[in-house]
């Protein structure tokens, strides 16, 4: 018997079924004459640089060729060898916004607007901008918002505000959380509608509503939304309803929020929610949206998604025991590689596909699977094997593989251990022969380990032999 594990299934105090997401387990989509798919490490964080800086990431950027982040309260240059100079300082400690123009680059920080010309930076002071929640740059205009209204530079100076080209969306009455170009249109989201802005070239505010364009949810976050397979992605909600994961097509809204991920969101504040951050990352034909909650987060696959046909979401986590955020955060690809940020202090990191460990520390992984039911009748697993990859180690010389089950979701049995392979056993087999006792009706398994190897793990696969009904 094959055993999915795309992802399992546990049940919780209120006599729900929850669905359990791999853990620091990527899901690939590939016909291997054993599966239709595997689970593979996810990639692992290597330090880039490690100059000492002060403060988180707070954003970054290419432009130009070149890898610009803020961190702490200073903006930062960062080469192709690692090395960081920095340029000079921006207010705030939140999030910041990054959009550019043929030859500057505006930074929305702390309320304020910046522009980096020519290695210079500075901060836009004309008394006509107003606070500034978020910029964007079309058509040639930084246009920023200050929550109330949508505000356009000058065409001929980027610097300069006039107070008679403001614009407004004014489909409802809720204040404008964040701005967005997509498809060289102006994608205006507020808490519970999106407005669409074209160009139209007025003499005073340039944009006007494309009708029949409204949306009728809207943005929780100013980070909470990115352009995101061909269109964009975001967290919010409509009017009286809990917060969900949206991507637009063709002038709508599809859900790709699973029942799950939707439980898992409800479980914070519309003040703590106000923080997450969501962000693209497309390479090797994968196409995934990372959801950086407060303490968690949750990667969701749409190509994935699209050639397995059920939604195809994961875990990321840097902890040893799977409960903690992942440390790597605004991903920006530069130099031919991914360099992010740290959501704990001031690491500039790169990702690597030859580690599974953060920063030289192993990290935990977690496969859960779906409950095996025999049909009503008692049985017992004469075997188990996880079948996968294994031989592939850097540090750890002999690294482990943690088995334990479960019969009612909720609690979980004393764990087995076995060894997954040192470097070069390559045909090592990970099988636990009767480890496991009678069930009675349905069980379910969990196999976890914390270590630095690269193993790939492909399938399940249960001997199960039936008792009939002489088990109960």
Not at 192 to 213: C, L, M, P, Q
Not at 235 to 240: E, I, P
Not at 277 to 303: G, I, W
Not at 318 to 341: L, P
Request: charged content about 20%.
């Amino acid at each position: 018997m094959q055993i999915p594990i795309v992802n399992g299934i546990y049940t919780d105090v209120t006599a729900d079924y929850r669905t359990s997401y791999p853990l620091n387990l990527v899901p690939v989509p590939k016909q291997n004459g054993i599966a239709n798919g595997y689970l593979r490490k996810a990639d692992g964080i290597a330090l880039f640089c490690d100059m000492e800086k002060g403060g988180i990431d707070r954003g970054g950027i290419n432009w130009n060729g070149v890898c610009y982040r803020v961190i702490g309260s200073t903006l930062w240059r960062i080469d192709e060898q690692g090395h960081c100079t920095s340029i000079g300082t921006v207010s705030g400690s939140e999030q910041c916004s990054f959009a550019y123009s043929f030859d500057r680059l505006g930074i929305s920080s702390g309320g304020k607007l910046y522009y980096l010309k020519d290695n210079k930076l500075e901060q836009v002071t004309n008394a006509n901008l107003g606070a500034v929640v978020d910029v964007e740059w079309i058509d040639g205009y930084f246009v920023t918002t200050d929550g109330e209204f949508i505000i356009q530079t000058e065409l001929n100076d980027p610097t300069q505000v006039s107070p008679t080209k403001y614009g407004s969306s004014e489909a409802d009455p809720d204040p404008i959380v964040g701005l967005m170009k997509v498809r060289n249109e102006l994608v205006v989201l507020n808490r519970y509608t999106i407005e669409v802005f074209s160009n139209t070239g007025s003499a005073g505010f340039a944009f006007a509503r494309v009708d029949g364009a409204m949306m009728t949810k809207g943005l929780i976050s100013t980070q909470g939304k990115c352009l995101f397979a061909q269109s964009f992605a975001f967290v919010g909600s409509g009017k009286n309803e809990p917060c969900s994961v949206y991507l637009g097509a063709n002038g709508g809204l599809s859900k790709i929020a699973t029942r799950e991920i939707e439980r898992i969101i409800s479980e914070y504040s519309d003040a703590q929610l106000a923080t997450i951050v969501l962000e693209a990352k497309e390479q090797e034909m994968h196409q995934h949206l990372y959801l950086h909650l407060p303490n968690r987060t949750l990667v969701f696959d749409f190509a994935a998604t699209q050639i397995m046909q059920q939604p195809i979401w994961f875990e990321l986590s840097s902890s040893t025991d799977g409960k903690g955020a992942y440390r790597a955060i605004n991903h920006v690809w530069c130099y031919n590689k991914w360099i992010v940020g740290d959501r704990f202090n001031s690491n500039v990191g790169v990702l690597s596909n030859k580690l599974s460990s953060h920063y030289g520390e192993p990290v935990c992984w977690q496969i859960d699977t779906t409950f095996i039911y025999n049909g009503g009748q008692a049985g017992q697993i004469k075997s188990i094997e996880l079948v996968g990859l294994t031989g592939r180690t850097n540090d750890m010389p002999d690294p482990k593989v943690f088995l334990s089950w479960t019969k009612d979701g909720l609690t979980w049995s004393n764990e087995r251990l076995h060894r997954q392979g040192m470097r070069g056993q390559y045909n090592k087999r990970i099988i636990w022969l009767r480890a496991i006792g009678m069930f009675r009706q349905a069980i379910g398994l969990r196999f976890r380990g914390c270590d630095d190897s690269l193993a790939s793990f492909t399938a399940i696969e249960a001997d199960v032999e039936a008792y009939g009904n002489g088990g109960q």
